[in-house]
């Protein structure tokens, strides 16, 4: 009889010890994770970074984003993961409350903060850490809140930028089927080119037969027939053009004499001036669609720099 009590009396305590076990890894893991504000990427107009004792603020522009105060146009892309990375900010778990901030990246030296702004009033921040493990996740933590949370997505690489990787480095872009004739100068020589516009090349083309020589896509202003994948490649080349950087405390006004140009007729004129090639083997250039001289790299420019007689065939 006592060893049938003494077995109940230890079945008691296995089942409270398992009950206890059960509240404390409870007690662990369930807690109500803060609820940040839900934004709309539409609705954010103004976002500032801060890291490092630096200030990035990003303007929305009617349907672009400003640099500011300096004015200067951002990069749509990078400004638009951004946003995302707002829009889409998600706590997944809690992962310290000891107010120990090192080991997550998230100390004043180290966190990069993040404002974002709707209607003029500040909706949301919170200070990015370094990536979890699994780079799925990043260590955040919010305004006025102590503890250390893991948020989804590695959203630090997405904050982790400054101004010259931000900037919009697109210094040309038209549509190429507007174009509808272009000039290259190089050194003493020009050339005019002018596209045969679709009448002409439909009335040169005789289905009988009878016409032997059809209208040539381009020619000179001379009536030479031009080279037509040349006078395409470098049209191609310069419709979606992207410098390499910008020159800093220099305007376009500095620039005089340049050693090439192109000239484009599309829905207005479009020109590009590419100047003497610096020691650091890059073009400055200038364009009509920047407002800042900037930097091509030596590769992309000597592709761009046809002479005008490599238009021409039989001219080299």
Request: proline share 5%; with cysteine.
């Amino acid at each position: 009889m006592r060893v049938k009590k003494e077995v109940v009396i230890l079945a008691v305590i296995i089942v409270a010890f398992s009950v206890y076990l059960v509240l404390r890894n409870t007690d662990k893991t369930h807690y109500e994770l803060p609820e940040p504000e839900q934004l709309e990427k539409a609705t954010v107009n103004r976002i500032v970074i801060s890291h490092g004792g630096t200030v990035i603020t990003l303007q929305r522009d009617d349907d672009r984003w400003l640099l500011q105060p300096q004015g200067y146009q951002a990069d749509g892309n990078s400004v638009d993961k951004m946003l995302d990375a707002i829009a889409g900010f998600t706590l997944m778990s809690l992962v310290s409350e000891s107010g120990n901030y090192s080991p997550y990246d998230l100390t004043d030296e180290t966190k990069i903060r993040v404002e974002a702004f709707s209607e003029g009033e500040k909706a949301l921040r919170f200070d990015v850490g370094k990536a979890a493990s699994t780079y799925r996740h990043t260590f955040v933590s919010l305004e006025d809140d102590p503890g250390v949370y893991q948020a989804r997505e590695n959203i630090r690489k997405v904050f982790e930028t400054d101004v010259g990787k931000l900037r919009d480095r697109t210094v040309l872009s038209f549509s190429k089927d507007s174009v509808a004739g272009f000039t290259v100068t190089s050194g003493a020589d020009t050339l005019v080119l002018n596209k045969t516009d679709e009448l002409a090349l439909a009335l040169s083309e005789d289905s009988t037969g009878t016409q032997e020589t059809p209208a040539p896509p381009w020619t000179a202003a001379d009536g030479r027939p031009a080279d037509e994948k040349v006078a395409v490649r470098l049209i191609n080349r310069l419709s979606s053009l992207r410098c390499d950087d910008y020159i800093e405390g220099a305007s376009k006004e500095d620039f005089t004499d340049p050693i090439y140009t192109v000239t484009l007729s599309a829905d207005g004129t479009i020109f590009l001036y590419i100047f003497e090639q610096r020691e650091d083997k890059k073009y400055p250039a200038v364009s009509s669609q920047n407002d800042y001289p900037f930097l091509l790299p030596e590769w992309n420019t000597k592709q761009i720099m046809q002479k005008p007689a490599d238009f021409i065939p039989g001219e080299n």
